[in-house]
């Protein structure tokens, strides 16, 4: 394992998705971090992929923090299940605080509040308020327009491309965890370096 990878923030969605494949991968993912000694960081709902995650890293024996705001406690119910659950008073302080905990960050299949988190995180990156890699889990290609979109806003010229390899797009959670666990070392730290724009 990576020694300066203690803890991943995982950004996915409060709803399961059309596909078996994004539960499965969001269960490997849990698991995966927990074989690993990988704290997990969540957004704290007990439902889809969110719970999914939580689920599979407590079962494995892992240890999960969820963060979530006190307004989403009917909507995505809080999981009283896990080791910490965090509630803030918005948004804007759970992502904060999950950002502020998190060593590494991946982003597994979601909805425009995964796509929220997802372009902050890297906006942030870009901006230079951190150089914590960021990880894109193309499971089942379901991230394709995303990647488009940031593609293209390299090929319009509103974006460089050392800010478009600030992201890593990988294809699978087992290669997600081959690279926040250290097997892919050096690759994770030329990308968590500080591109400067």
């Avoid at 927990?34 to 939580?54: N, P, S, T």
């Avoid at 951190?130 to 379901?142: C, Y």
């Avoid at 070392?185 to 591109?195: D, F, I, L």
């Amino acid at each position: 394992m990576s020694a300066q990878i203690a803890a991943v923030a995982v950004f996915c969605g409060s709803r399961f998705g059309n596909l078996p494949a994004y539960r499965e991968a969001a269960e490997a993912m849990g698991a995966g971090l927990a074989r690993a000694g990988i704290h997990l960081i969540y957004g704290g709902g007990y439902v889809g992929l969110m719970g999914a995650v939580a689920d599979a890293a407590i079962a494995a024996g892992g240890t999960v923090t969820g963060i979530i705001p006190e307004f989403l406690e009917a909507r995505e119910v809080m999981h009283r299940g896990i080791t910490t659950l965090v509630v803030t008073t918005s948004m804007h302080t759970r992502k904060q605080r999950m950002f502020a905990d998190a060593d590494a960050f991946a982003i597994l299949p979601g909805g425009f509040g995964t796509f929220d988190e997802m372009m902050e995180i890297i906006t942030w990156k870009q901006l230079q308020l951190h150089a914590k890699p960021i990880l894109i889990v193309n499971v089942a290609n379901w991230a394709a327009p995303a990647i488009a979109m940031l593609d293209a806003a390299v090929a319009q010229g509103f974006a460089s491309p050392e800010a478009r390899a600030l992201v890593r797009v990988v294809p699978d959670v087992p290669a997600a965890l081959a690279a926040i666990a250290g097997t892919e070392r050096s690759t994770m730290e030329k990308e968590g370096s500080v591109a400067r724009l």
